[in-house]
Each structure stands twice: as C-alpha cells, then as structure tokens.
C-alpha cells in the first residue's frame, strides 16, 4: 500500500510535519506501506506558476501524480485566519477534479492555541467532502500546548486506526489501477516545437 503525507508546514523545523510524521508512523505500525512525503513549501512557486500557466511543473506534477495514486492521504496544515493556508488550499484547487474520489484521508491541522480546533470540521472536512473523498471520522488537531500533553498520543492512534482500516479494506476491494501520468509543462512544450 502506499501512504502519502501532505504537509503544508513552512518553517523548519516545523509542527506541522511533526504531527504528519508521527500520523504516518502510527498508520505504518499497524498497516506497512510506502510513505511518500509531499513539502508543499517546497512546492509553492510550482503551484503558483501552474494557476498562471495550467501546466504543472516537474516536481509539482511528481506530486500530482503521487497523491492521486495513494491508497491513503494524510493531511495537515497550519492554522492561519481560523482556516487552512492559502498553499494547502492551492495544492488541492490544481488536483484533477476526480482525483481523490473515494479515497481515504486523514484530516489534521496545528495551531497556537486550541481555539481553531474547529478548523477540522469547518474548513478541512468540507473541503474533502467536495473532493469526495473518505474522510476517516477522528481529525487531529494539535495546539501549542498539546506538545507532551495527555491526549494527544490517543487521537493520533485512534485517527491512525480508522485510517490503516478504510486503507487496507479499500486496497483489498479495488481492482489494479492503471498509472497515472502528469505530464510536466516544460515537456508539453517542447512537443509543441517544430522540430529541426
């Protein structure tokens, strides 16, 4: 199976990937598969380009393809203005419309304080459900304090649970996809040059 993380995180180090690399540990200690990590920092110049441009480019079409063929998507973002970032959103508004039908995701997000819990259920939940995509039913959400707290090792398990069971019934279930194929912007043009 493969596992893909999304993480919206832009520092370093950053909490949002650690609360991403401690979901993908605990979805991989009950259900091995192949982790794939996505840095949406890393991608932001790439995603902006393809909203000017509508080609993505190479690493950003890797990703593409890398989400779309996942058994199982863990996502988390950063809090900014009580919703998810304007880069965690950009990153889905470019995904083919089809591209995570009936797939299992895991719905996590941090922030300073535990005020914008409610971002899971307000902002990334409908978002997913507009992608039509299966929402596992625990979301993770992670404030400041809850850094070695009580609680929060128990929502990640309990997420990763829901999450490594909608995975391995769904594998178990779906035929043999054929791979996806993105093809980067830079190689669509040169298929439009003239040659000689």
Do not use: C
Request: no cysteine; hydrophobic share 50%; proline share 7%.
């Amino acid at each position: 199976m493969k596992l893909v993380v999304v993480s919206a995180g832009l520092s370093v180090p950053s909490s949002t990937r650690l609360l991403a690399d401690r979901l993908a540990a605990a979805v991989v200690g009950r259900a091995p598969a192949e982790v794939q990590v996505v840095e949406l920092r890393d991608l932001a110049v790439e995603i902006a380009h393809h909203f000017t441009n509508g080609f993505p480019g190479k690493a950003l079409a890797a990703a593409l393809a890398a989400v779309t063929e996942a058994d199982g998507l863990i996502v988390v973002t950063p809090v900014f203005s009580a919703s998810y970032s304007g880069l965690f959103k950009s990153f889905f508004d470019v995904l083919e419309p089809d591209a995570l039908a009936g797939k299992p995701v895991l719905i996590a997000a941090t922030g300073g304080t535990a005020r914008h819990s409610l971002v899971l259920d307000h902002a990334l939940r409908p978002l997913f459900a507009y992608l039509r995509a299966v929402v596992v039913p625990t979301g993770v959400y992670a404030a400041s304090e809850d850094w070695g707290a009580e609680g929060l090792p128990e929502r990640v398990e309990r997420a990763a649970g829901e999450l490594s069971a909608l995975m391995r019934g769904l594998a178990s279930a779906r035929p043999e996809r054929p791979a996806v194929t993105v093809v980067p912007f830079e190689e669509q043009l040169a298929a439009l040059r003239p040659a000689g």
